[in-house]
Each structure stands twice: as C-alpha cells, then as structure tokens.
C-alpha cells in the first residue's frame, strides 16, 4: 500500500511517502528548487519519493493533500466580508491565485502526475496532529498542535490511542498564538513566515519590559491558555500588513526597515513577546494535561519550532515525556496526511514501542553516493583526497580542534529546517572567536544568531541541565553551573556577545542556554564516531552543529550545491562523502556548477 502526502501553495512545500505505514521518504520542495520556504507544487519532491519507493505514481493507491483549500477559501471570504469594506482589498489581491491554482488540488494533481486514483483531503490541524502522534514512540498521548492558522483552527488538542486519532477542542480564526508571533516578527523587521527564529534569538538580549502592555492590550488571556486578540491594533484580516498604525502608537514607533539597526527596544519587544508565548504554551499544556490525563505529550504545527518555549514546557509542564514532530511546519503536513490515510482511513495498526520514534531520524531526504560524488569532483577538476571511514573520524576530529570550520555532507538530507548532522557546517565550541567568525565570514547572517551544539547523548547530563534526548534540535536547555566561567560587569544588548560565558562560549546564549543537539550511535554512526574521537582528545563532547547554508539559501542538497557553498564562504574545509577538499587547493569556482540542475539521485 502506497500512499503519497502533499503540502504546498502556502510555505514549505513538502512531499511524502508511506509504504504499509513505514515512512519511506519525505522532502521540502526548497532543497531542490533552491528557493527558501518554497511553497510551489512539489512536482521535485514527488519524483524523489517515487524514485525512492521505485514506484510510479500507477502504483501509488492514495495520494493525500494535507489541508481542505475550499473551506480556508470560505474562511478568506468570510474574513473579507467582516471586515468590509477595508478587508475586500486584501480579498481581491488573493483571488486570482486561488482562482488560477489554490482551488484545483485535484485537478493539478491528476495533470501534473497523471494520476487517476483516490484522493483525500485531511484537515490542516488533523494533518499537524498526525504527524506528532503516529511518529512518536507512544502507544498513547495527549497532542497540541499551534500554528498561525489552517481553515479556520489556529490550535487544536486531543488524544491519539493506538491508531486512533481524537481532536478534542480548537482554538480558531483570527485568534492565534502563531500569528501573534509572526506580528511581532514584522514589527521587530524581520521576514514572517521564515524569522520568527530570528526574534527567538534575539529574545535573550533584552528585558521582557513590553509583557504587561501585549497581556493588558492586545489579548485576553484565560487559565486555559485560550485567548482572544483585540484585532483593532492589526492589519492581518483586513490589510497586507500584519500590524497597523495604532500597534506602532502603542509601541512608540514604525515597524523596524528590515536590515536596519537592531535597538534595545527592539530586543525588549523580543523578550517581551518570547515570554508572553511561554506563558501562553505553559497554560495550554497544563490545560491538555488536565482534561486528558495523558503522561506524554505531542507537538507539531509551526510554533512548536519555539524551541525555547518547549524547553520550559519540558521543565516546568505537567507531562512526563514530550516529543515534537522535527518538520512541525507545513511542510510536516505532507507526512502527517499520509500516516492519517494509513492508520485512520484505513484503521491500520501502530506498533511504537514506547522508546524509539519512527521517523528514522528524520534523515528522509535523498543521498548521493561516492560514486556521484567521484564523478562530478572530476569532472570538475576538483582537488581532493579520499578517505576511509577511521580517516574520516580521525581527520576531521583533528582538523576541528585546529579551529577550521568544516562543511560536512553525509547520507540522506534531513527532513525539516534543522540540520541534524547530515547537511551541516561543525566547529570547535570552545573557540571563543567562532560564532562571530561563522556568522559573519561563513553563514553572512546577523552576529547576534546563536548556533547549537550537538553533543554525546552519555555525556549531555555532565554538561547541560537535561536528561533526555534531544535529537531533532527542538529543546533548548541551559549550562551545567561548573560549566560556566564567572562573568562580572553585565554588559547590556549586543555588548554581551563581548563576553565568554562557559567553557564552549560558541554554543552558550547570553543567557547560558543552548539549543541542544544530542546524538548517539544508531542514529548516525559517523557523526557520532568523529565527536567522540574529538572528546576524547579535547575532554569536550560538544562541538558547533549549525545548517549547511548561508543567508537568505536553503541547507544543500546536493554535492553541487555543497561546494558552490563552501567556495563561496571562509570553510576551511568540505567532508563531501569520503572525499574531503582543502579549500587552499581549490581554484576559482566554476560558475556552471551554481546553476542548479537536475539531480540524479543514489
């Protein structure tokens, strides 16, 4: 039984495989398209995961589309005529797409892929639910899904037992926790829908000064982590903007011009809002936890990306056990329709045992073998040197705690926006110069950006306040007190990135937390043998896991893409398969390898 799931049209289009429940193969349309957040039809991701099933799409028995486009388009029109007449502008300008693309599903899916069989249309929120409960380890829990909004949900909360999937209560349109943030995130000047993490790092530096005035002013906050927002201060219903002139009264001031000075006040909104949303997350947990008395807890949908927020939810939440689904945005839909399909419509049975998820460690994107790898450095010219498996663990540990930066790319690419070790960029953490060094010289992004660390699953108690795993990237924890080195003279806003905090100052945030990376064994042998190479030489079994990009890009996908990165940064270094290249060997990069073209897939 096979069963393709779908997202696309809004951001982060996706696609995914399921063959008799396993999950086979699931990827964002943006690695191949090189188009960050792409939200076009996922016709690349669709023949990848084809290709990876080798299946056809004659073979496929369902496919799957993660959302129900003819009831958002009721909610769009809806909102439009509330809102009349100031909201009928902004109703016109998304017509024509709808029109043209957003209510023909079937029919593009039928066209584009020749298909002629079963299709399904599952609810955004449900889509959000599956994929954090059919995934998990858990034979039952409770689920909380928040994202900005799907047809008219915003958040959601139920129980998955077995294979069965129960939404209980939902939170709607226009009151959302997802589209909060997002305003903020227009406020503060960065881009919605892709820098909400940007206001997330930012948080730390300043002083959550702004709390009271978003609690009193613009929501409504209940006990139970419901809310409602006093829509007149902003511009998402009824303008293209997401906050409007009496926001900016309230706030003293114009959103902040995008790539423009970062102020303190700036910093205080992030803090502010930052705590606002962990106050509002922590109430919702409690509140699932009381109606369902469920141990264990699932999360998906786009705010649980807040990686901070989850870190106090597992502190200081009710639940035992929490576990997000890794690709919690839109494009998690793809996933979470297709297992819908299989255990729900199908009434399929789940066997998870309680410990290990299903997700194969989210590494369900394609690879590229030694051989393709081979191929195109010569065909290139390309200078490099072949390594065997124990070379590559002792070299690169080496080279490492010499303080080069390395562009790693091993296996199958990751699904989700973290790179987990397989589409990464590694450095020394205790290199106090390295995060200005990566985010300025390598990454080309904002110096106040802190990176994550992976760090051994045996050793992660010694050195970080959590004693669980955190594979996927998704729980920020904060430094063992032993750890730290004694700061004295605070200094105030960016000034603070002046000052090394611990003992791996590259991974430690002004406010010695961390977005932590653990890793053991089975999940990749080779990362994990070249960390532990590095801790037993340095005595540190952390070092600096962070994309394999560069501002404003997609993490790589494939070889081409790799090394047109690693020539146009300062990495010292590029891992690719068992070949590693020395940048002062190389030659001026060859523009053809920048234009992206079709890939042949291992």
């Known amino acids: 039984m096979n069963i393709l799931g779908i997202s696309c049209f809004y951001h982060d289009s996706a696609a995914c495989l399921v063959k008799d429940g396993e999950i086979i193969a699931a990827v964002q349309e943006e690695r191949f398209t090189r188009k960050k957040h792409d939200p076009s039809f996922p016709i690349n991701s669709i023949n990848y995961c084809l290709k990876e099933g080798n299946i056809g799409t004659k073979d496929l028995d369902f496919i799957a589309f993660y959302d129900k486009p003819f009831i958002k388009f009721e909610r769009i029109l809806e909102t439009a005529l509330s809102y009349a007449p100031s909201g009928i502008s902004q109703f016109i300008e998304a017509v024509p797409i709808w029109l043209k693309q957003k209510l023909w599903i079937t029919e593009i899916i039928r066209k584009d892929l020749n298909f002629d069989g079963k299709i399904i249309f599952t609810e955004h929120h ?89 609690l009193s002013e613009l929501i409504d906050l209940k006990d139970d982590g419901s809310f409602k927002i006093n829509m007149k201060y902003f511009g998402y219903c009824n303008s293209l903007r997401m906050t409007n002139s009496l926001f900016n009264r309230l706030f003293g001031g114009p959103p902040r ?135 590559i663990v002792k070299e690169i540990s080496d080279l490492i705690i010499h303080g080069k930066v390395l562009g790693w790319f091993q296996g199958r690419t990751e699904f989700g926006p973290r790179a987990l070790g397989a589409r990464s960029i590694l450095g020394d953490a205790r290199n106090k110069d390295m995060q200005s060094k990566m985010n300025l010289k390598i990454k080309h992004r904002e110096s106040f950006r802190p990176f994550a660390p992976t760090v051994l699953i045996e050793n992660t108690p010694e050195w970080f306040e959590l004693d669980k795993e955190s594979y996927y990237m998704l729980l920020v924890a904060y430094l063992k007190d032993d750890k730290k080195l004694k700061v004295t003279g605070e200094l105030e806003g960016f000034d603070k990135l002046k000052i090394s905090r611990s003992l791996i100052p590259a991974v430690t945030h002004v406010d010695y937390s961390a977005r932590i990376q653990t890793i053991k064994r089975e999940d990749n042998p080779l990362y994990y043998d070249m960390i532990r190479a590095f801790y037993k030489k340095t005595g540190c079994p952390v070092i600096i896991n962070t994309s394999f990009n560069v501002r404003g890009e997609p993490i790589v996908l494939s070889p081409e893409d790799a090394y047109k990165c690693f020539m146009r940064t300062e990495i010292d270094y590029l891992m690719l398969g068992s070949f590693l290249l020395n940048k002062k060997e190389q030659s001026p990069v060859d523009e053809d390898i920048s234009q992206h073209k079709k890939i042949e897939l291992d």
């Open 257 to 391: 011009e995008p790539d423009t000075q970062i102020t303190e006040k700036h910093m205080d909104i992030a803090a502010s809002i930052q705590k606002v949303t962990e106050e509002i997350m922590l109430k919702m947990v409690s509140h699932v936890h009381k109606i369902t008395r469920q141990d264990n807890l699932c999360l998906a949908g786009g705010v649980a990306l807040n990686c901070v927020a989850n870190g106090e939810i597992l502190r200081k939440g009710p639940f035992k056990e929490i576990w997000i689904q890794p690709a919690s945005g839109d494009a998690g839909g793809a996933l979470g329709t297709a297992l819908l399909v299989w255990h729900k419509y199908l009434n399929n049975k789940r066997n998870p045992d309680e410990k290990n998820d299903s997700q194969k460690a989210s590494l369900l994107g394609p690879s590229y073998g030694n051989d393709y790898i081979e191929k195109f450095l010569k065909e290139k010219n390309i200078p490099f040197r072949y390594l065997k498996y124990d070379e």
């Open 126 to 214: 449900e889509s959000h639910a599956a994929s954090a409960f059919y995934p998990s380890p858990f034979k039952e829990a409770a689920f909380l899904t928040i994202d900005g909004v799907g047809e008219w949900e915003t958040a959601s909360f139920g129980v998955g037992k077995e294979n069965k999937l129960n939404i209980q209560k939902y939170l709607r349109f226009p009151n959302s926790l997802g589209l909060l943030y997002s305003a903020f995130t227009y406020y503060t000047g960065f881009k919605v829908n892709s820098g909400e993490y940007k206001l997330m790092g930012l948080a730390p530096y300043g002083k959550p000064l702004y709390k009271d005035v978003i």
